[in-house]
Every structure is written in structure tokens, then in C-alpha cells.
């Protein structure tokens, strides 16, 4: 599986390994995910609501996003008070009905209205919770983001670095180094792991480290390291880890909807759609000689394959659509990161029998 591909995986609630990259603050229940079919159900109810109409390509969004998580999970236990988002892509009528002209637009929705009051602050987390105090009656504290930065050694680094069994992004920096406080934050939202290269000489000479911050990127199969030139925010780290990793995750730490796509399974799967009944049989038959060829984490997306093709043998051609809609369902609750993964790797899949 492509966790194992990085040092940390991106649990939105659990330490583990990060996505690739980001340890996103909040799950999907800290920041709400706002409908069509629900959003009348969670906005103008009996608690305010700060609403986020955003768009996923949208660059100014991506920015907020991290803020807007941090605020979500400080929030979280707040009854009076709800943070949401709306992706305006997939729900235009709603970003119409409430006049949103750019992005991302937050709106504040007091207790029992649907009349929205815009937000005009500063898109950071420490003025959102200001406002929404202010709005919600509330006094809650921003909470606190943690670190699933490795912090290196030279009693670790080999441990981690050079066991053969990661691939690894190491930045060696220095404490008093302006470029790499600069850096920090988009770091800590993207590294894997960091190295005080004033404190550890010895390492930052034997990696040709000559400047601050340098950024080295380490395969499993190349511990000789090579050189990240790439851009250094948070969209640039997510683009190279991915490429890198083979991984398919955004910024927020979320798979995309080409997680668990297999190329080599796609023409299969379009010959088995559209076969006959009585064809199916054996189409089913070459699918799952193909995915006992595959190995690693394409081996286990390929079980997925193989059993939804199987379903739709048993159950009929309906059935991957009316998954994909149960499945949409249960990513539009409160689950925990691992069954979003779950879900969303099923779901991509599964469209792909539906097309």
C-alpha cells in the first residue's frame, strides 16, 4: 500500500505515517461536509455555522485549507457552533443561492437562520477563532498543531533514513537560517522528516550540504540521496511526493480520485461492461488472471476489481452505481480517515464499471 511508500502516513486523526506528506489536523468530522442533501439539516438549526464556499482548484483555497481544518478541530467539541464547507464544483446551486461570486467566500450562519453575515477577516486560523467566538458566544482556544516531523539525528539518521524500506524527504536546516523559518510552515505541513545540520556537521558534509535550507529526497533504492529543486509550497511538495511515491493524495492529506486506478485493468474493465450477460463470465475470468499478476499495493486494488466485478455479475449492471451512491453517503459522515481511504479507493473504482 502506498503508506508504506513514505515516512508518515497522513492520518487525519492517528500519528502514523504522513500522507505523503501532510498530517492534516482535522478529519472530515471536524469541518463538515455541506450538501446539497444536508446542508439544510446542519446550517440555520439550532447552533451557528461558519461555512467555507470553496473550489477545489482554487489556490487561494488551498491555502486556507489547513487553517480552516485547524479551526474545524478546535471547534469540533463545541456544540453551539459548526464549521463547514461547500465544494461550490459539485454544488453550484447552493454557492448560487448564497451569492458566492469567488472563492473561497466564508459566510457565518447564526443560530436558526439561513441569512449569512460575511466573514471579510484575515483567512488565517487565529482570526477565524477570534470571529467565530465572537459570532458563536463561545471562548474556545485554538488548538495546538502537532508535529509528525521526524526530527533526525546522527544516532537516527541511518535508522530512518537508509533502511532501505522508505522513501524520504529530509530538509537540513539551521536554527538561525531566515529561509528556513520561512519554510517551516508549509514544511511542517509536507516534510517527512528534518536534520539540524549546525548541530550535525558531519552528516550535512557528507550529503554535500552547503546552504540552508537543502532539501534531499531519498528512494528506498537511491541512499545517496538526490537534490529537491523543485517550488517549495505546500501544492509543488504534494506534486513531487506523489510523483515519487506513486502515492495519489491532495493537499489536505486526502486520496484524489485516482487513488487505487489501475491503467492496465481499465480496457478489461470497459469490455466487461459492456459484454453481454452470458460474455460476462469470461471476461470476469481474464480480469482475475490479471490481477494475479499484480504485486504490492496493486495487488490489493486489484482485489477490489475482481470482487465488484463479481458483484455486478451477481447483482446485476446496476450495481456500481447505486454503490458509488451508498459509498458518497458514508464519506459525507463523521468516519475515520482509514474508512475514507477505504471508501474513496471503492469508489474511484467503481466508477470506472460505471462509466
Known amino acids: ?3 508504506s511508500k513514505i515516512l508518515l502516513l497522513v ?22 461536509v455541506l450538501t446539497n442533501s444536508n446542508f439544510e439539516k446542519e446550517v440555520g438549526q439550532d447552533r451557528g455555522a461558519l461555512v467555507e464556499f470553496y473550489a477545489p482548484w482554487c489556490g487561494h483555497c488551498k491555502k486556507l485549507a489547513p487553517e480552516f481544518e485547524r479551526l474545524g478541530a478546535s471547534f469540533k467539541k463545541a ?21 458566492v461570486k469567488g472563492y473561497p467566500t466564508i459566510q457565518w450562519f447564526p443560530k436558526g437562520s439561513l441569512e449569512p453575515k460575511k466573514y471579510e477577516g484575515a483567512r488565517t486560523a487565529d482570526a477565524l477563532t477570534e470571529f467565530v467566538n465572537t459570532e458563536g458566544g463561545t471562548n474556545v482556544k485554538l488548538a495546538t498543531v502537532p508535529s509528525n516531523v521526524v526530527v533526525l539525528t546522527s544516532e537516527t539518521f541511518d535508522e530512518v533514513v537508509l533502511d532501505g524500506k522508505k522513501d524520504v524527504l529530509v530538509e537540513f536546516y539551521a536554527p538561525w537560517c531566515g529561509h528556513c523559518k520561512s519554510l517551516a510552515p508549509t514544511y511542517e505541513n509536507v516534510v517527512i522528516a528534518n536534520l539540524d545540520a549546525d548541530n550535525y556537521k558531519d552528516l550535512a558534509e557528507k550529503y554535500g ?23 517549495r509550497d505546500l501544492a509543488e511538495f504534494v506534486t513531487f511526493i506523489n510523483e515519487k511515491c506513486g502515492t495519489s493524495r491532495d493537499a489536505n492529506g486526502r486520496l484524489t480520485s485516482q487513488a487505487g486506478i ?4 481499465e480496457a478489461l474493465v470497459k469490455e466487461f461492461t459492456g459484454a453481454a450477460d452470458e460474455e460476462r463470465k469470461a471476461v470476469l475470468a481474464r480480469i482475475e488472471e490479471e490481477v494475479g499478476k499484480l504485486e504490492g499495493s496493486s495487488a490489493r486494488y486489484g482485489k477490489v476489481y475482481l470482487k465488484i466485478a463479481k458483484s455486478s455479475v451477481e447483482k446485476g449492471a446496476g450495481y456500481a452505481k447505486k454503490e458509488i451512491d451508498r459509498l458518497q453517503r ?3 459522515k463523521s468516519i475515520s480517515p482509514l474508512k475514507a481511504d477505504e471508501f474513496t479507493v471503492k469508489k474511484n473504482i467503481l466508477s470506472i464499471f460505471a462509466a
Open 330 to 332: 458514508m464519506l459525507e
Open 1 to 3: 500500500m502506498e503508506r
Open 262 to 265: 489501475i491503467a492496465g485493468l
Open 79 to 99: 456544540k453551539s457552533v459548526l464549521i463547514g464547507k461547500v465544494d461550490c464544483d459539485e454544488h453550484k446551486d447552493i454557492c448560487s443561492k448564497y451569492d
Open 11 to 32: 492520518s487525519l486523526q492517528t500519528v502514523a505515517l504522513a500522507f505523503l506528506i501532510s498530517p492534516s489536523l482535522a478529519d472530515e468530522g471536524d469541518v463538515v
Open 209 to 231: 550540504v552547503s546552504g540552508y535550507p537543502t532539501l534531499k529526497f531519498f528512494p528506498k533504492d537511491n541512499k545517496a540521496g538526490e537534490d529537491y529543486d523543485g517550488g
